[in-house]
């Protein structure tokens, strides 16, 4: 099984203007006055901005707007447009977005998974340069929203309730299918010196920092523990450490088994999600 198809992909400032029609929608506010309805003038200031700095010189905010309204999630009011829900029990767009706007929002926990694939710095030419990104689970009891980031700012949107769906999302973002059980004993590298790291950890096709983030006041009992994790994986093995480094920046590896990875990912998702049954009400129920 693999992890949740993205539904939707989009830039920051189209994400921050749905995040801030949800956030007025869910405090039942009115689309601020604006003195240019129109939408005209696309600098200067931007009356219709309300939590998004206040103004837009480069018309950032006002051209997501279009394009929002012109792929049919943001009305003429700057309203999210209402979902729908087929008899399938599928979702429309509208209503996707709005379900992980929901999720995002209300998450009781986030894994962020910040990876470093491809030739680490100073190993290989400059066009093969590593690729920066990050995968972050917002987890409810009732599901998931996947969230991709890329090095541009796009935001790529998937919802899933299935608890292997979830936690293979992480495996799938994180664990080269070429990657090894690490061998041997723990070893010390230097964070600050990236080829040191990769001749130490058998040179690694990805670097990546997993972190498990919990609101204050959500780590009862059963939940997840705020955690941060540094691995490394490759052919040469997988290592696994505190991001935690002294002040030159050391921090030790430990060797583990390829399987590491997926077996931590389906603990902190178990922990989270419940076995909804079918109509379950809730935030994936909307």
Do not use: N
Request: proline fraction near 8%; charged fraction near 25%.
């Amino acid at each position: 099984m693999s992890g949740p198809h993205p539904f939707v992909t989009l830039t920051d400032s189209e994400l921050a203007v749905l995040e801030e029609a949800h956030l007025r929608e869910l405090a039942g506010e009115p689309e601020p006055d604006a003195t240019d309805p129109g939408g005209a003038d696309l600098g200067g200031t931007d009356p219709d901005v309300a939590d998004l700095g206040g103004t837009d010189p480069d018309g950032a905010f006002e051209h997501a707007r279009r394009t929002l309204r012109a792929g049919g999630l943001l009305t003429a009011d700057g309203d999210l447009v209402p979902g729908d829900v087929a008899e399938d029990g599928a979702p429309d767009l509208p209503a996707a977005v709005g379900l992980a706007l929901d999720v995002r929002l209300s998450a009781d926990v986030r894994v962020v998974a910040s990876r470093l694939v491809g030739p680490l710095l100073g190993v290989g030419p400059q066009e093969h340069r590593p690729v920066r990104s990050t995968r972050v689970l917002h987890l409810v009891t009732q599901g998931a929203c996947v969230e991709d980031l890329d090095e541009e700012g796009l935001h790529s949107l998937a919802l899933t309730t299935d608890q292997e769906q979830a936690a293979r999302s992480l495996e799938e973002a994180l664990l080269p299918p070429d990657a090894a059980d690490g061998r041997g004993g723990p070893v010390q590298v230097d964070t600050t010196r990236i080829e040191h790291l990769a001749e130490a950890l058998g040179r690694p096709t990805v670097l990546a920092e997993l972190a498990v983030l919990v609101p204050e006041g959500g780590d009862g009992p059963g939940a997840p523990a705020a955690t941060g994790v540094l691995l490394a994986m490759g052919p040469g093995g997988c290592w696994a450490g505190p991001t935690a480094v002294d002040e030159d920046g050391r921090t030790t590896l430990h060797p583990v088994p390829r399987t590491w990875l997926g077996d931590r990912a389906r603990l902190t998702v178990d922990a989270v999600l419940g076995t909804a049954a079918d109509g379950a009400e809730g935030t994936m129920a909307r």
